[in-house]
């Protein structure tokens, strides 16, 4: 009984650090160190590593702004040229509070922007750290982070528009709009409480890139190498003549009690991270060495099954954290996806995945004969995907790609434009001729 009552803190504080990326656990780790004195941490920089010269080329250059570490992440991430330029354009466009302005896609695709592939551009940016970067208004911003932190879009979007229920106490009012249970609600009252305005702070700069969690190494044959990191946070262990002392005199015990509490979270932090990330990447092996079109169905709730992990212990591993892996950085959440049944297969494909091909097939259409949602329908039947009509549509708009009638109308607009621009410059030409 005294074992399992001892045991309840780590886990609860396990559970706690858990949610916690590498900057705020260096954070609370800090802060535990300053005013547990049975505590020792050993950071990653050597202390004699002062004393050592230093080679030129190791000396460290200014941090990069948030706008490079973002383009970094672009750069990183799996994407076709066209979408990759797009991205970095979009990068170029957000404020300094990592907003984007409502009128800067419209604006991108009245110069001519593929709808297709801008939206898949803007995903990638929303896909980036901070969570939130890229949004067009609150909404947006707001959705996002919670999407971050595990919801999935719809619950997101519920959330948002409960907020004045959950930021107005009635508790109760929230639950029923929800559909939750009391507990479920105040989980999400948390997680309400933890999101901001804006993506980024304006004013002197402080990072808010959440730092990759562990490096991942692959090769063929679904072998792999995890390699949590430690870089930001130290190695933490009791100090032996403290203990003794408090052992001895009874003093400073429940210092000691949180000190060897706060290991066993850790320990438990870092043995079920590792465990949720093996789990992840051996189930999206393919998708992560040979890309993302290989994404396969899955949700937190059946890795969890999987894993024999409570789902919230895996919404925890997994919110607002990422992994380096074939030289690309990959949000933990970017590796979960809904199903879309296949016909002829009997299985099912990612929904991402879906999504995807949807706009491919789009992006390549020709633009006076646009592809109708029922067209769509029709090719990705032809795939083995068993989707319906309206599926697609929700998928489009989702992806904020207009319908074939509104293409097919800007197409025409375009080329009435450019037959007036050429017929115009020929005029020029001729005239020109003529003296």
């Not at 202390?47 to 050592?52: E, I, L, V």
């Not at 029922?374 to 009509?389: N, Y």
């Amino acid at each position: 009984m005294s074992t399992a009552l001892a045991l309840a803190p780590a886990l609860r504080d396990g559970m706690r650090l858990l949610r916690l990326n590498q900057q705020d656990l260096a954070e609370d780790i800090r802060a535990e160190l300053a005013r547990n004195p049975f505590l020792i941490g050993d950071w990653p920089t050597p202390r004699s590593a002062a004393a050592q010269p230093v080679p030129l080329e190791s000396v460290p250059t200014p941090a990069p702004s948030i706008f490079q570490r973002l383009c970094t992440q672009i750069e990183l991430a799996a994407l076709p040229c066209a979408v990759r330029m797009l991205a970095l354009q979009l990068v170029g466009e957000l404020r300094e509070d990592g907003m984007l302005d409502a009128t800067v896609v419209d604006r991108m695709l009245s110069a001519g922007a593929n709808p297709a592939r801008l939206q898949a551009a803007l995903e990638a940016l929303q896909s980036c750290d901070p969570p939130g970067v890229g949004a067009r208004s609150l909404t947006e911003c707001l959705e996002l982070q919670l999407r971050d932190m595990g919801l999935d879009p719809d619950a997101a979007r519920h959330t948002v528009a409960a907020l004045p229920l959950l930021a107005g106490g009635d508790l109760q009012g929230a639950a029923q709009a929800l559909g939750l249970s009391p507990a479920q609600t105040r989980v999400r009252l948390a997680m309400v409480r933890r999101l901001r305005a804006t993506p980024m702070q304006t004013g002197p700069e402080r990072t808010t890139t959440v730092p990759v969690e562990a490096v991942v190494t692959l090769a063929r044959g679904r072998t792999m190498q995890i390699d949590l990191s430690t870089r930001t946070t130290p190695r933490l262990r009791l100090d032996r003549s403290m203990v003794a002392h408090a052992r001895a005199t009874g003093f400073g015990g429940d210092l000691l009690d949180r000190a060897e509490a706060l290991l066993a979270a850790l320990s438990f932090r870092h043995d079920t991270l590792r465990r949720v990330i093996a789990g992840l990447v051996e189930y999206q092996h393919r998708a992560l060495t040979d890309g993302i079109e290989w994404l396969r169905p899955l949700t937190r709730r059946a890795l969890a099954q999987q894993l024999e992990l409570h789902p919230s212990t895996v919404s925890r591993a997994v919110a607002g954290k990422a992994i380096e892996a074939q030289g690309h950085v990959w949000q933990l959440a970017a590796l979960f996806s809904n199903a879309v049944p296949q016909k002829d297969a009997g299985g099912a494909v990612a929904a991402a995945r879906v999504r995807r091909r949807i706009a491919r097939m789009i992006a390549e259409e020709r633009p006076e004969r646009p592809l109708s949602d029922a067209a769509v329908v029709e090719q990705l039947r032809t795939e083995g995907v068993d989707i319906a009509r309206r599926t697609v549509a929700k998928y489009r708009e989702t992806m904020r790609i207009p319908g074939s009638a509104t293409r097919r109308a800007k197409a025409g607009s375009k080329a009435i434009r450019q037959s007036q621009e050429q017929a115009h410059s020929n005029r020029g030409q001729g005239g020109g001729n003529r003296r």
